[in-house]
Structures are given as C-alpha cells and as structure tokens.
C-alpha cells in the first residue's frame, strides 16, 4: 500500500538534495566532470538512506544516469540562449526523478523491502 505521508517526505528530501542542498560548484560542473555529479548525487544518497538503504542505492544509480543526460542537455541550452528549451528540459528532469522516486517506492515496497 502506498502510504502518502512517505512520498511527500521522499519528495521534500529529494527537493533538499536538488536545490538548497546543490552548491553552485555542482550545479555549474556536473555536466562537464564527475567529481560534481558524484558529490551531487551522493547527497541524494545519504538523504535517502536515513530512510531505506535499498530504496537510496537504486535511487542514486537512477538520479546519476538521469542527471549525467539532462545536465548535458540543459547546459547545452543555456550556452546557445535557448531558455525555453532549458526550462523545458529542467522540468522534464524533476519528472523523471519524481517518477523514479514513486516507482522505486512502489515496487520496492510490493516485494517487502520497505
């Protein structure tokens, strides 16, 4: 059973990770080295692993292929000043993570691991 409460503290703490918790360091080279994309993602990991380990390790692996794209795509937009594909593209990202949250959640949960 999907219990709300769950997805509302999974959402609130994947939004920590992705925006106050994101230094400008990571933000601006995670779409050029790795060092800023592993340090953004293991921030998503230790958050996530306060509340299942299993549910963390998935997450992080799909946060890392996810972001490893639309970080190029995005960047890629704002250095040819085209913003509305930029936006476009953020928006996408934080639905896929969104959908990746509640999918590891559900199945996770339905083979008894949550």
């Not at 999907?2 to 992705?18: E, Q, Y």
């Not at 050029?32 to 592993?38: G, R, V």
């Not at 921030?43 to 490893?68: E, G, P, R």
């Amino acid at each position: 059973m999907v219990d709300l409460k769950i997805i509302f503290i999974l959402l609130f703490l994947h939004f920590l990770a992705d925006f106050p918790l994101q230094s400008s360091w990571m933000s601006n080279n995670k779409s050029k080295k790795f060092l800023p994309l592993f340090s953004h993602v293991w921030v998503h990991f230790l958050l996530l692993s306060l509340i299942w380990i299993y549910f963390a390790i998935l997450n992080a692996f799909l946060h890392f292929i996810i972001d490893f794209i639309t970080s190029r795509v995005s960047s890629y937009f704002w250095k040819t000043w085209k913003e509305n594909l930029f936006w476009i593209v953020i928006w996408f990202d934080q639905l896929l993570h969104y959908v990746c949250l509640f999918w590891t959640y559900v199945v996770l949960n339905s083979y008894g691991f949550i």
